[in-house]
């Protein structure tokens, strides 16, 4: 593409040339023997190739021919030897560096051809070894010349293509970089959410369970108090161990948070487990509910994640029938295969109605739901015909064999 500057170079060059041809061609032809003197048409052709150089980088080739052709033209007619070869050198070298070489190299032999012989017999000159010699000379180093700016012209064009590939190599690497950094980044806020997803999960289930155990005892405790103080002292006593459990539970579980590093959480330390399975079913038979556990197939020790997960979900399938369901039996089946838990909570149909309770729209069945799905299992709840509840996980045991998509 042409700039500015490469245009007003053009212009001057040819305005030079042109003044060169005319000027030095006047004395040239004043000075020779034999020729035809300057008139307008002298003029004419002396000035008209000057006048086409401007555009010489835009149309090398049709330059380069009109300026031959005006140059013969000139020394047909009869005009003298001289400059007028000028512009005809300049638009030489500009179609030998921007064009193919054979077709602007293959007027040179042709020329020397004819400026040996027939044109000197025409104009009645007589040419000797010597003049050939060096007309042959001039148009080699006019060549040479050709073909060094050419190779010029190559080498700085390829010295830009790696200057600009390396600028691109360079751009798409820094790109590349901050898509790697925005990537990492997105990860670390990732495992960030889900790291505070699971404190919040882990919360709400030990204080919904333990609190709701308290609500629970508490209710009795009130009834009871006056008529039968033995079971009011012994639902204030479990009302004691279900708060101590709840304060030792939130309490590691602000040790581990506090353990973290950085901005991400160190992991949450279990607090209760599937394997333990008595352990997990006494605080709800403490309130009276009757809890009765079967466990098939060969225990094995499970991923942490999915001790605890089958874990907190028959708490929270627990903790909903103490709610929601009072007077109903529970049946917990925990049965091992070779690369599933399978856990169910059965309970029966409520003997009375559930004490009203502020605020029971929570978050137990979304939470377990989601603790299912974060290990690649799966988690159903539903109501059943005889008026119960039944809540059904399939957990992996290996966490790189997910349940299959439904």
């Not at 581990?256 to 997990?280: C, E, K």
């Not at 029971?360 to 939470?367: D, E, F, K």
């Amino acid at each position: 593409m042409e700039t500015s500057a490469a245009r007003r170079w053009d212009v001057l060059l040819a305005l030079v040339v042109a003044a060169i041809q005319l000027g030095a061609g006047t004395l040239a032809n004043e000075h020779q023997t034999g020729t035809r003197g300057l008139d307008l048409l002298g003029y004419a052709l002396l000035a008209a190739g000057p006048l086409l150089l401007p555009l010489r980088r835009r149309y090398p080739e049709p330059v380069f021919y009109a300026v031959l052709a005006i140059t013969s033209a000139y020394l047909l007619a009869g005009y003298g030897y001289g400059p007028v070869f000028l512009a005809l050198v300049v638009s030489f070298l500009t179609a030998g560096v921007r064009g193919p070489r054979w077709r602007t190299y293959g007027f040179v032999p042709v020329g020397y051809l004819l400026m040996v012989w027939p044109v000197p017999g025409w104009r009645g000159y007589d040419t000797n070894s010597w003049q050939q010699f060096g007309l042959l000379a001039w148009l080699v180093v006019l060549v040479a010349i050709a073909e060094g700016l050419r190779q010029r012209m190559a080498a700085t064009t390829a010295r830009r293509g790696r200057a600009e590939e390396a600028r691109r190599n360079e751009q798409a690497q820094h790109e590349r970089e901050a898509a790697e950094r925005a990537r990492v980044a997105a990860e670390r806020e990732q495992r960030v959410s889900e790291e505070r997803l699971a404190i919040a999960r882990e919360l709400h289930d030990v204080l919904a369970h333990s609190l709701s155990l308290i609500n629970v005892q508490s209710s009795v405790a009130l009834e009871l108090i006056d008529r039968r103080p033995e079971q009011a002292a012994t639902a204030l006593a479990a009302i004691k161990d279900a708060s101590k459990d709840a304060l030792g539970e939130v309490h590691a579980l602000l040790r581990s948070i506090r353990g973290g590093t950085g901005t991400v959480p160190a992991p949450i330390t279990p607090t209760v487990v599937i394997s333990d399975l008595d352990s997990l079913l006494q605080p709800a038979r403490a309130t009276g509910l009757e809890v009765r556990a079967i466990v098939t197939g060969v225990p094995k020790r499970l991923p942490s994640v999915v001790d605890v997960a089958a874990a907190r979900i028959v708490q929270e399938s627990l903790t909903n029938v103490v709610r929601h369901a009072p007077g109903a039996s529970v049946l917990v089946t925990v049965r091992y295969s070779a690369d599933r838990l399978h856990l169910a909570v059965d309970n029966t149909r409520p003997t009375r109605a559930p004490a009203a309770i502020a605020g029971t729209g929570g978050h137990g069945i979304t939470g377990m739901t989601e603790r299912a799905k974060a290990l690649g299992g799966r988690l159903l709840a539903e109501p059943k015909a005889d008026g119960g509840f039944r809540v059904e996980a399939r957990l992996p045991v290996h966490l790189n064999h997910p349940e299959p998509a439904a």
